[in-house]
C-alpha cells in the first residue's frame, strides 16, 4: 500500500499538534524516524490483506532524547488503521509497557486529534486467580481441605504472621474494585513464592467452567483485546503467543504490525523462551508429589471409570520416569569431569559442539520416551476431568471433585511437558545443513565436518550442593534466535519495526542482524542523537597503576575511587561482579559513613528513591551498581554527574550459550573475541554511558578505569562507537 495523502496528511497534523499542545520544538532525529516508519509501512505490498511483499523490518537505532515512542506512535497509529491491521507495541519490561499505556497513549490522544483505542495485554501470570485465592484462605481456615491444597505445588507457603490477612486484604481491595487484580499495581512488590499461590497458568485454568469467570482479573483484562487498534504487550508474551502458533493470546502475525521498542532484548529472551532444562533429583521429589496427589485424587473416583484406570496408568508412568532419572543421574554423576573448587559448591560442564556421550544419549532417549508416556497419560487424565464442566452431558467424575483437581493435574502436565522439552531437544540430532558449497569432504583417511549454516544447540550440566543435598540439572538452549524468530515472526508479519537506544555493535548491525535473523529485505536506520555531546559531557581515561586482570585491581579501586567523587553530587559506580563491588564497598564505607549505597542493599526503588533524596537534601551520593543498573535506571539533571566504569563487560567465559556460538565461530575460521566479545561488551559499554545524559540539559563526565581501552587495540573500536564526548585520556 503506497501511502495516500490522506494518511501522509493526517502523520503530519498529528505531529504539529502534539508539539502545539505540548508546546515543544520539532527533533530532527524523531522527524526522520517518523518518516522512514511510515514510508516502511507504506511500502508493503499486499492483496486482500495478505502481504505479498517479501518479509522484512524496518530497523531504527534512536538514541536518548529523540523520542522514541512517540514517533513510532505517530508514524505507525494511522498506517496500521488505514490498513486495518492490528499494531501490536512490544516492551522488554512491564515498567515501560505500563508507561505507554497509562502516559505516552493518553497524551498522544489528548494532544492529536487522532482517534484511536488500546488495550493492555499481560500474560495470565501476572493477574490474581480468584478460584486460587478462595482455596488459599478456605485451607490456611481448616488446615485439612477435602481435597489437595491447590498450591502445594508451590513448596512451603510463607507462616510469617500476617500471611492469612494479606490474602484478605487482597480479597478485599479486588472485591471493592480498589485493585485490579494486576501484579503490577498492587502498592508493594508481592514476592514470587506468595504470588504463585494465588495466580494461575493455562494448564490450571477452567475458564468458562470457573465459578469466578464473570469477574476473573485476567479475562477482564482480556476483553478490549479483540476490538482495540492497538495492543501494548511485552516481548515474553509475544514470544509465548508465537509458540503457540501464534494468535492465541495476540492477533494473528499475519494481521498485526509489531513494533519492538528495546528490540535489542529480543533475540536473548527468544533463547530463554525456547531453552529446557530439568533438575534430575528435584523433579524425582516432584514425581512423589505427583504420586501423593494421585493417592488423595483416587477415592474421588468410582472404580472402573475411564479416569480411575488412567490414575493407575499415570503411576505406572511416573515409576518409568524416576528409573529414567536415576540412571541417567548416576552416568552424569560418575562419568562427568566435575571440577569443584573451595569457594563454590556449583560445577559446571559443557558437552563441546553439543554432541553427548554415547551412554548419556541413550539414557536421555529412554527419559524421552518415559516422561512423554507420563505427558500422554496426564493430558487423558485432564480431559476426563475437563469433560465433567460439560452440563450438557452425564459424566462419570463429578463437576465439584473436576473443580477441585483439574488445576492441580494440570499443573503435573505442564510441568511433564516442560521437561519433555528438554529431553527431544537433547535427543535431537545436532547435524544441520551444510553451508551450500561446502558439502562433507569425505576420504578414506580423514572425515571433514560439514560447515554448518547455524550452530548446533548448547547442551550443559550443572551440579549443585548443599549441606544435606545436592541436585544435577541438564540443560538445552539454541544458541541463536535466528531461525525461531525468521521461521515465527519474520516470516509471517505483515510488518515489524525494531527500535531501541543500541541496536548497533562497533557502528554496525552485523550483530543483531545475525542473532535476530532478520530478513534480507530489512531496512536500517541510525537517526542522529540532538544531544551536543562534546560541550555536555567528557570521556576520561586516568592513570592507574594496576590492569583488571591483576590481583592488584581492587585495591587500585579502593584507592582512586574516593579521588574521583571528590566535589560529586551524584555519581554512579559501575561494576561487573557483584563480589568485586561489595569487596570495594567493604573497603571503602567505614570511611565514608552514609555515602555508598549499593543496588543490593535493599529493592531497586528504594535504592533509587535514597540516592535522589540524598541529592535533593544537598548530600553527596554513591550508588554502587552492576549489570541492571548499567541500563535499567533512569537519572536526569542533578541526579547524576558522574558515571565510573570500573571495567570494561566482557562477558564471563563460563557462559554456556556464549561458549558455544564462540566454539562455532572458530570451526568456520573465524575470530570468536573480535567477532563476538568485542561487539557485545561494546552494546553495554553504550549502554552503561547512556545513564549519563537524559535530557539536552544534562552535563557530566565518564570515567572509565580500564586502561584495555587504550591499550589494547580493539579499545580504539570500543572508543569510536562511544558518543562523541570530549576526550582527556592520561599517559
Avoid at 322 to 342: I, P, R
Avoid at 651 to 679: H, K, Y
Avoid at 683 to 699: N, P, S
Amino acid at each position: 500500500m503506497a501511502l495516500t495523502d490522506d494518511t501522509k496528511q493526517l502523520i503530519q497534523q498529528a505531529y504539529r499538534d502534539v508539539l502545539a499542545g505540548k508546546d515543544i520544538r520539532a527533533r530532527y532525529g524523531q522527524r526522520l524516524m517518523i518518516a522512514e516508519i511510515a514510508r516502511y509501512m507504506g511500502d508493503i505490498t499486499d492483496n486482500d490483506g495478505q502481504r505479498t511483499s517479501p518479509p522484512s523490518a524496518c530497523v531504527v537505532e534512536a538514541g536518548t532524547g529523540t523520542g522514541k515512542t512517540l514517533a513510532y506512535l505517530i508514524a505507525a497509529i494511522p498506517v496500521a488503521r488505514a490498513l486495518g491491521k492490528t499494531l501490536v507495541i512490544s516492551t522488554a519490561t512491564v515498567a515501560l509497557q505500563d508507561q505507554i499505556v497509562h502516559k505516552d497513549l493518553p497524551d498522544l490522544k489528548k494532544h492529536s486529534k487522532m482517534d484511536f483505542t488500546w488495550t493492555l495485554a499481560k500474560g495470565r501470570g501476572r493477574y490474581l486467580c480468584m478460584s486460587r485465592l478462595e482455596a488459599r484462605l478456605h485451607d490456611e481456615g481448616n488446615g485439612d481441605s477435602d481435597t489437595m491444597p491447590l498450591f502445594l505445588l508451590d513448596g512451603p507457603g510463607n507462616e510469617e504472621p500476617g500471611t492469612r490477612a494479606f490474602f484478605e486484604d487482597m480479597l478485599a481491595s479486588y472485591g471493592s474494585r480498589t485493585w485490579d487484580g494486576d501484579r503490577d499495581h498492587w502498592p508493594d512488590q508481592i514476592p514470587d513464592d506468595i504470588w504463585r499461590q494465588v495466580t494461575t497458568d493455562h494448564r490450571q485454568c477452567t475458564n468458562r467452567h470457573c465459578s469466578y469467570f464473570d469477574s476473573c482479573a485476567f479475562f477482564d483484562a482480556r476483553k478490549d483485546l479483540d476490538d482495540a487498534d492497538i495492543v501494548v504487550a511485552n516481548h515474553d508474551l509475544v514470544l509465548a503467543d508465537l509458540a503457540l502458533g501464534g494468535g492465541a493470546i495476540l492477533p494473528e502475525p499475519e494481521n498485526a504490525l509489531f513494533i519492538f521498542d528495546e528490540a535489542h532484548h529480543l533475540p536473548d529472551k527468544a533463547l530463554n523462551h525456547f531453552a529446557a532444562s530439568v533438575p534430575l533429583n528435584a523433579t524425582r521429589q516432584w514425581l512423589k508429589q505427583l504420586s501423593q496427589a494421585l493417592g488423595k485424587m483416587q477415592p474421588f473416583l468410582a472404580p472402573a471409570t475411564q479416569a480411575a484406570k488412567t490414575i493407575d496408568r499415570v503411576s505406572e508412568a511416573s515409576r518409568g520416569v524416576d528409573v529414567a532419572l536415576t540412571e541417567v543421574y548416576s552416568e552424569a554423576e560418575q562419568n562427568t569431569g566435575w571440577e569443584f573448587s573451595e569457594e563454590r559448591r556449583t560445577a559446571q560442564w559443557r558437552y563441546p559442539e553439543g554432541e553427548l556421550p554415547e551412554a548419556l544419549a541413550g539414557l536421555a532417549a529412554n527419559a524421552r520416551v518415559a516422561t512423554a508416556s507420563l505427558v500422554r497419560q496426564l493430558g487423558v487424565l485432564v480431559d476426563e476431568l475437563q469433560k465433567a464442566f460439560d452440563e450438557r452431558k452425564e459424566h462419570e467424575v463429578d463437576r465439584e471433585t473436576a473443580e477441585s483437581w483439574y488445576p492441580v493435574i494440570g499443573s503435573f502436565h505442564a510441568r511433564a511437558e516442560d521437561q519433555l522439552r528438554l529431553w527431544v531437544a537433547w535427543c535431537e540430532t545436532t547435524g544441520s545443513k551444510p553451508v551450500e558449497g561446502e558439502e562433507d569432504s569425505q576420504s578414506e583417511e580423514i572425515a571433514v565436518k560439514p560447515k554448518l549454516k547455524s550452530p548446533p544447540p548448547a547442551r550443559w550440566a550443572i551440579r549443585q550442593r548443599w549441606d544435606h543435598a545436592e541436585d544435577i540439572t541438564l540443560y538445552s538452549s539454541p544458541v541463536l534466535a535466528d531461525n525461531l524468530l525468521y521461521s515465527r515472526l519474520w516470516s509471517r508479519a505483515y510488518g515489524a519495526v525494531l527500535t531501541s537506544a543500541t541496536l548497533t555493535a562497533l557502528g554496525r548491525f552485523d550483530r543483531l542482524q545475525a542473532r535476530a535473523g532478520l530478513p534480507e529485505a530489512s531496512r536500517f536506520l541510525v537517526v542522529p542523537s540532538s544531544f551536543r555531546y562534546a560541550e555536555m559531557a567528557t570521556v576520561e581515561v586516568p592513570a592507574m597503576t594496576a590492569m583488571p586482570s591483576d590481583d592488584a585491581f581492587t585495591d587500585a579501586l579502593v584507592e582512586r575511587l574516593p579521588d574521583l567523587w571528590v566535589g560529586e553530587k551524584a555519581t554512579l559506580v559501575l561494576f561487573t561482579a557483584r563480589r568485586q563491588m561489595q569487596l570495594v564497598r567493604d573497603a571503602l564505607a567505614p570511611e565514608y559513613p552514609d555515602l555508598i549505597i549499593t543496588q543490593d542493599d535493599m529493592a531497586k526503588g528504594e535504592v533509587l528513591r535514597q540516592h535522589c533524596t540524598r541529592v535533593d537534601e544537598g548530600r553527596p551520593s554513591v550508588l554502587f551498581g552492576v549489570a541492571s543498573f548499567a541500563e535499567g535506571i533512569d537519572l536526569p539533571g542533578k541526579y547524576l554527574g558522574h558515571v565510573v566504569i570500573t571495567r570494561l563487560p566482557f562477558s564471563v567465559p563460563d557462559d554456556p550459550i556464549e561458549a558455544s556460538l564462540a566454539e562455532w565461530v572458530s570451526q568456520r575460521g573465524g575470530n570468536p573475541f573480535m567477532e563476538i566479545t568485542v561487539p557485545d561488551a561494546s552494546i553495554k559499554l553504550v549502554q552503561a554511558v547512556g545513564r549519563l545524559l537524559r535530557t539536552e540539559q544534562d552535563t557530566g563526565r565518564v570515567t572509565i578505569l580500564d586502561r584495555r581501552i587504550v591499550a589494547r587495540r580493539y579499545g580504539q573500536l570500543l572508543l569510536d562507537a562511544l558518543p562523541p564526548f570530549r576526550r582527556i585520556i592520561e599517559q
